[in-house]
């Protein structure tokens, strides 16, 4: 069975560090899809980024930046020069192509890691 | 173009009552999900629907929970009856199917049991 885990539940730092967010996951297919998603103090939870299991390239996008490593089965998430409003919950999610049959692209998510970043 | 709306975004009731919470997925979207997240357990997937259809509810907790998509624009999530540990924010979620697709989430609703 499919399994994410977000090791980090709280991470706490000073603006302008940086900070890594580290996410561990179990599947058996070989197709599958890792995402990340933002939840800010009001609630709403934000889509970040998607990979699929084939492309191990790095991303980066402004100040965030993912590295896949299939090797490691991890997927961490990178903020550079962290700012206050980068405060929340980070969530990584995985999706299976297979999943036993049809894939309806149901998610499982980590537990979550709750970033707080001081002025 | 509107996201996910969900109604109402907050509800207080008393225990024993019914409630009812309201979702109206992006439109083209033939997938929905409803979730559950507390403090305890984290974000759970209770039931989620493809093409009108539930495809698997083994997430719901209880009979007292049931999960209705009469069409492709509505889905309903009514808790008979409420109970204080029902208390939670419930997120509905859509996507085209598939598990290459992000799903969009819904503002949630704050349910309050007393």
């Known amino acids: 069975a499919q399994k994410v885990t977000q090791a980090q539940t709280e991470i706490s730092v000073v603006e302008k560090e940086d900070v890594t967010l580290d996410c561990v996951y179990e599947?058996?297919?070989?197709?599958?899809?890792l995402f990340w998603y933002k939840q800010p103090p009001s609630g709403e939870l934000v889509f970040l980024i998607r990979r699929n299991s084939f492309d191990e390239q790095n991303e980066i996008s402004g100040r965030y930046s993912w590295n896949f490593q299939k090797s490691t089965s991890s997927f961490n998430f990178t903020i550079t020069a962290s700012q206050v409003v980068d405060s929340a919950v980070y969530f990584c999610?995985?999706?299976?192509?297979?999943?036993?049959?049809?894939?309806?692209?149901?998610?499982?998510f980590g537990q979550g890691t709750i970033l707080t970043v001081h002025p | 173009d509107a996201g996910v709306i969900q109604s109402p975004r907050h509800e207080v009731t008393e225990m024993g009552q019914e409630v009812t919470l309201r979702c109206k997925p992006i439109?083209?979207?033939?997938?929905l999900f409803w979730y559950r997240q507390t403090m305890m357990r984290g974000l759970e997937l209770l039931i989620y629907f493809n093409n009108n259809v539930p495809i698997d509810d083994s997430g719901m907790p209880e009979d007292r929970f049931s999960a209705k998509m009469p069409n492709a624009s509505f889905s309903t999530l009514k808790i008979q009856p409420s109970e204080p540990r029902d208390s939670a924010v419930y997120f509905c979620?859509?996507?085209?199917?598939?598990?290459?697709?992000?799903?969009?989430f819904g503002p949630g609703t704050r349910l309050t049991v007393t």
């Open positions: 979620a859509s996507s085209p199917t598939g598990a290459s697709y992000e799903q969009y």
């Open positions: 599947t058996r297919d070989t197709t599958y899809y």
């Open positions: 999610a995985l999706s299976e192509e297979n999943a036993g049959g049809t894939s309806y692209g149901k998610l499982t």
């Open positions: 439109s083209g979207h033939n997938s």
